[in-house]
């Protein structure tokens, strides 16, 4: 039934998918296309050629397209007679194409007494095709020239020729200027809906509803429509969408009713024009019936599809939903129906999403920018599904499980069976009362036979070490006394200079471990050891394949104030839902305290590596590598502080992400298989999706400084530099919301946290995104940093030095907060894809901020712990 289950809920999905893709794309019947139209406006410049920059098609260029034109319109309308332009009325009268002649008149008034110049040479010839005359285009709306100015060429044409002269202005131009109307034989509007942000549904009411208000103000001329249409790609505009199926809609409607009616129109236009980018932005060059290559862009006559091809990118999807739940399922015995289906709809939603972005990027104009561009957000975009598959993985597996496969065996054994285990306790510089009290702790093991070796290394004070070392002989003769050990069970080592930091002093203690030791287990200089540790958990190792048994670490200082509180709801998440996880798979992350190791596997791997400062991860790695198994305990038997500042966590946090990342390098083979080890699928699945979001932060700060940059230039120039698309922008809008939506909801049902401290957790995690990006960063390119301690017991810092700890932080949110400001003061700051990129800025300022409010809040240690929630009130925190 399982099984069967496993088969039918991705097949449901897979329909529902395929479903929800014909839904999009229901077919609608439209007006066909007339046989013949009355015109278009043309314009034939090719993709690598710019009016603007006298970049002109040759005239064999020119008489193709109108050969294409020919029989499908009985006229065309240009713009300018510059150049070669001017050939076009003879060109086209071989064709049998009328031609609407049009000379541009721009704020150059010498460029445009040439121009009219050139229109009156023209005028001369003997052209029977010309059957109108357009002096300007939309030069009042530009402001290219005053209204006085124009009707003087206006005025000075019509004197020349009986053929009738008019300009062309968008509706309200006409409304606003009437006596413009007074000087030209004909009145020439532009209809152009999606500029005014209408909905296609009413666009084209709207249009003949102006048309019909200019003919009304001006009974006694004829009123056309100079231009109508609608681009087929580029930014969305109110309610106005750009796309192939909506122009299709639009200009086979309003054909069908100006034919009707019996308006004369100009279709808008018969070419994409490329070069119109830099004047409208990339919106301009998708206005054509035809595009850039002169291919058609839609049917004519058949029902409108929204995508025509929709049934291959369905089938895509599909495929690689089905490619990623093959590997989501792959070790999915013990995952419920609702996991295996949470899984399902996350995947399938996920891969459709990604074919819509890759398609709809694809549609428009490849430039080498935008191909670069495109690769690039290709790479992120499977960043970004792996990223989602390994994250709804988690969800699904923290959730959903049915059974635990690896649950903990309790065995009681008896004390004459329990092996000897030597504890070591590295220390570098420790307040000695600190010390002191955790070897107090050790001494109360309720454990038949163990030794504690402190390795003090490198500590150059002797008044920091020599106290302890005091109360390690002090700790023997009181056991001794009480009749609990015959030897030196504490042993106290200082050791200056010894290399490799705490792996180093981890490997001496290891050189000086009681031959008669089986089980070597490490704890921190401040962690506070419940009695029965050992004795609940070495019985573990009674499975002689356990080479590892891993308590979480805990805190006990998170009741001091509101800081630390925050500090270890957020530092639970990783204890009690991803090392659950993990260890369902046999893949946990060793970390170097509450933590025990067979000491033969510890020699037989080769002890701890002092060229990492996570040896404690990368020997846990090692030992899998070498086949052998790890169990975690989700109980808490010890229990150490919490950084007292925003800084030293900060500090904590730079190491444990920059080790990872030098782990995952080093063994990058054998995590790739690349090389033969004994680790399985499952165990590599965890150690390069258990760290990537570590890795999704690196890539997102790369994101931030092209974001800041992309915005630097929509503010430098708004008129050409337009938002990123609206679907792309839109996904770390997304991300953010399902990390935040994943994160609060595993933390209610599996820390079982209250509403207070996952938010809570979810602030000090988002303030450390910045310093894990810089680790990874630094991770990537730098092998040389050293190991650096987290101190304990530190003086709170003042309110202005937490400022200082945050400094980047403080800088990039500025930078982010301002930049979304300033592109909110654009002209088109109406425009939705501009609203959009605002509030993707101002959510990338957010961790940021929230590092500044946590280092603030770090420096205010009298504020209660009560405002995040206190300990107790984590219901599900175990104890031992």
């Known amino acids: 039934m399982h099984r069967t289950l496993s088969i039918v809920i991705p097949l449901l999905i897979a329909g529902l998918s395929v479903a929800l893709w014909a839904m999009m794309n229901q077919p609608s019947v439209e007006p066909p296309w007339p046989t013949r139209i009355q015109g278009y406006s043309f314009q034939p410049m090719r993709a690598d050629q710019d009016p603007q920059r006298r970049i002109y098609p040759s005239l064999t260029e020119i008489d193709q397209d109108l050969s294409l034109l020919q029989g499908e319109a009985h006229a065309i309308r240009t713009y300018s007679v510059d150049g070669p332009l001017g050939q076009i009325p003879a060109l086209a009268s071989a064709h049998g194409l009328n031609v609407s002649l049009g000379a541009w008149i721009g704020p150059d008034a010498k460029a445009n007494q040439a121009e009219l110049e050139r229109l009156i040479d023209i005028l001369r010839e003997p052209h029977r095709n010309i059957v109108r005359v357009f002096v300007g285009n939309e030069a009042i709306l530009r402001e290219d020239v005053e209204v006085a100015d124009l009707t003087r060429d206006l005025d000075r044409i019509r004197r020349l020729t009986e053929i009738p002269v008019g300009t062309a202005e968008p509706w309200h131009v006409w409304l606003k200027y009437p006596e413009l109307a007074e000087h030209v034989d004909f009145i020439a509007i532009h209809l152009l809906p999606y500029w005014e942000g209408l909905p296609i549904d009413q666009a084209v009411d709207y249009a003949f509803k102006r048309l019909d208000e200019v003919q009304q103000a001006f009974p006694g001329k004829e009123v056309i429509i100079g231009e109508v249409g609608w681009p087929s790609h580029g930014r969305r505009n109110r309610g106005a969408e750009p796309s192939q199926a909506n122009q299709t809609r639009f200009l086979r409607r309003v054909l069908a009713r100006a034919e009707q009616e019996g308006t004369v129109y100009y279709v808008m236009e018969a070419f994409d024009q490329l070069w119109k980018t830099k004047i409208e932005g990339s919106i301009g060059s998708y206005w054509g019936v035809y595009d850039a290559e002169r291919e058609p862009k839609f049917a004519l006559t058949q029902p409108v599809v929204r995508i025509p091809n929709w049934h291959e990118l369905a089938a895509l999807s599909v495929g690689i939903a089905v490619l990623l739940l093959l590997l989501l399922y792959r070790d999915s015995s013990s995952l419920s129906s609702s996991g295996k289906g949470f899984l399902a709809l996350i995947t399938y939603a996920v891969s459709t999403a990604a074919v819509l972005l890759v398609y709809q990027y694809t549609q428009q104009y490849m430039t080498p920018l935008t191909t670069v561009v ?148 490490v704890i921190d200089a401040d962690y506070l050891v419940s009695p029965n540790w050992l004795h609940d958990l070495i019985p573990a190792f009674f499975d002689d394949e356990v080479a590892i048994v891993q308590a979480p670490q805990d805190y006990r200082d998170g009741e001091e104030n509101a800081f630390k509180a925050m500090c270890l709801a957020e530092y639970r998440g990783f204890f009690h839902i991803g090392m659950v996880t993990r260890n369902e798979r046999n893949a946990i992350i060793q970390h170097g305290t509450m933590t025990m190791i067979r000491r033969n596997v510890l020699e037989a791997v080769g002890g701890w590596s002092e060229w990492c400062i996570t040896e404690d991860a990368e020997l846990g790695l090692r030992v899998f590598e070498a086949g052998h198994k790890a169990l975690y305990i989700p109980a808490t038997y010890g229990r150490g502080l919490i950084p007292d500042t925003f800084a030293d966590f900060k500090k904590q946090r730079f190491r444990w992400a920059y080790g990872a990342v030098r782990v995952l390098i080093a063994h990058r083979r054998e995590l790739l298989g690349l090389r033969r080890t004994r680790l399985t699928s499952g165990q590599r699945w965890h150690f390069l999706s258990g760290w990537l979001p570590w890795f999704a932060d690196g890539f997102n700060l790369l994101f931030n400084f092209a974001a800041l940059a992309w915005t630097i230039a929509m503010v430098a120039a708004p008129e050409t530099i337009t938002p990123p698309y609206m679907s792309i922008a839109l996904v770390p809008l997304v991300l953010f919301g399902f990390k935040m939506i994943k994160s609060f909801v595993l933390y209610r049902r599996r820390v079982d946290a209250t509403w207070r401290q996952a938010f809570a957790a979810g602030l000090a995690g988002l303030a450390l995104s910045h310093t894990i990006a810089r680790a990874s960063w630094a991770g990537i390119f730098s092998g040389k940093l050293g190991f650096f301690r987290t101190p304990k017991l530190a003086t709170s810092v003042a309110l202005f030095r937490a400022l200082m700890d945050a400094r980047e932080e403080a800088l990039l949110l500025c930078a982010f907060v301002l930049g979304a400001f300033a592109v909110l003061q654009r002209p088109d700051a109406y425009m939705i894809d501009v609203r959009v990129w605002a509030a993707v800025l101002l959510v990338q300022a957010v961790p940021y901020a929230a590092a500044i409010l946590v280092s603030l809040i770090s420096a205010l240690p009298r504020l209660p712990a009560n405002l995040v929630g206190t300990l107790r009130e984590m219901r599900s925190s175990s104890s031992a």
């Open 374 to 521: 495109g690769v690039l957000l290709l790479i992120g975009g499977i960043g970004v599904l792996i990223l989602l598959s390994a994250e709804a993985h988690e969800w699904a597996e923290s959730l959903w499980l049915k059974r635990w496969r690896r649950a903990f065996p309790r065995r009681e054994v008896p004390d004459a069976w329990l092996p000897m285990v030597s504890l070591h306790v590295p220390a570098y510089n420790e307040p000695p009362a600190l010390l002191i009290e955790t070897l107090d702790a050790l001494a109360a093991l309720n454990y038949p036979r163990f030794e504690v070796l402190v390795i003090d290394n490198n500590t150059k004070d002797p008044a920091v070490w020599e106290p302890v070392r005091a109360h390690c002989a002090q700790l023997n003769r009181r056991l001794m006394l009480k009749g609990q050990s015959h030897g030196q069970r504490f042993r106290f080592f200082h050791v200056s200079p010894l290399a490799g930091f705490k792996a180093g002093a981890l490997n001496f203690a290891l050189r000086e471990t009681d031959p008669k030791a089986a089980i070597v287990a």
